[in-house]
């Protein structure tokens, strides 16, 4: 079975805090995302990495920044934290199946609150 | 206009009877699609996928694919109260690992 794991489930922080909430995977995944997920919404993806050390941008990053430094693990970082940053934060995981075809696969989920 | 289109419902479906999620998308070019239950307050669960135009059927699942018309359906047969969740359609379009998910439509199973 595949397993993503984050840090925290629940997190609270102050305005203004630099926060990292990290991701880890168990099965060697070459790609690796990070998603908010508002209500209404839905899931937006934030950055996405497709091999060590590599990063690329979502369709939200402002605000945030990632580090790759191992293939297993994937960290978002909130420089400094601000109250629309409160969201719930997800990872996820991804193998090809095919040229085409990716299935991701999610990890708990990270609920940030920031007061 | 969106990438990935869901009515958000909520759609209600008696215990027993079949349940239908539609799902549109715009890019032609989309080569996967997939689905995913999300219960309240937990992350999205992978249930199907799907590639080729068609139906494919996993147990009570079906998840049937038109690409000329661009939709993809999921139908749950039987439908239990513990099918009550939201289910996310989502998008791939082929030579990017990216998938573009739609809102959701929340399904409510009633006893």
């Known amino acids: 079975d595949v397993k993503v794991t984050q840090s925290s489930r629940y997190l609270v922080k102050r305005t203004g805090e630099k926060v990292f909430l990290e991701c880890v995977q168990d099965?060697?995944?070459?790609?690796m995302f990070w998603y908010r997920q508002d209500p209404g919404l839905g899931l937006r993806l934030i950055y996405f990495?497709?091999?060590?050390?590599?990063?690329e941008k979502g369709d939200i990053p402002e605000g945030y920044s990632v580090s790759r430094e191992k293939k297993e693990r994937f960290s978002l970082i909130l420089e400094s934290a601000s109250t629309n940053q409160t969201s719930m934060y997800l990872c996820?995981?991804?193998?090809?199946?095919?040229?085409?075809?990716?299935?991701?696969?999610f990890g708990p989920g990270t609920r940030l609150t920031v007061t | 206009q969106k990438e990935v289109e869901q009515n958000s419902g909520p759609l209600s479906v008696p215990e027993g009877a079949i349940a239908s999620l539609n799902c549109t998308y715009s890019?032609?070019?989309?080569?996967?699609f997939f689905w995913y239950r999300q219960y309240s307050g937990k992350s999205p669960e992978l249930i199907m996928s799907i590639y080729s135009n068609g139906d494919k059927e996993d147990g009570r699942f079906t998840a049937q694919l038109n690409k000329a018309s661009q939709y993809v359906s999921l139908l749950i047969r039987d439908s239990q109260p513990s099918d009550s969740a939201t289910y996310l359609c989502?998008?791939?379009?082929?030579?990017?690992?990216?998938?573009?998910f739609g809102t959701g439509t929340k399904l409510q199973v009633i006893p």
């Open positions: 099965m060697d995944h070459e790609n």
């Open positions: 990495s497709y091999d060590v050390k590599m990063k």
């Open positions: 996820a995981s991804s193998f090809p199946l095919s040229s085409s075809s990716y299935e991701q696969y």
């Open positions: 890019d032609r070019g989309s080569q996967s």
């Open positions: 989502a998008v791939n379009s082929g030579g990017y690992q990216k998938v573009t």
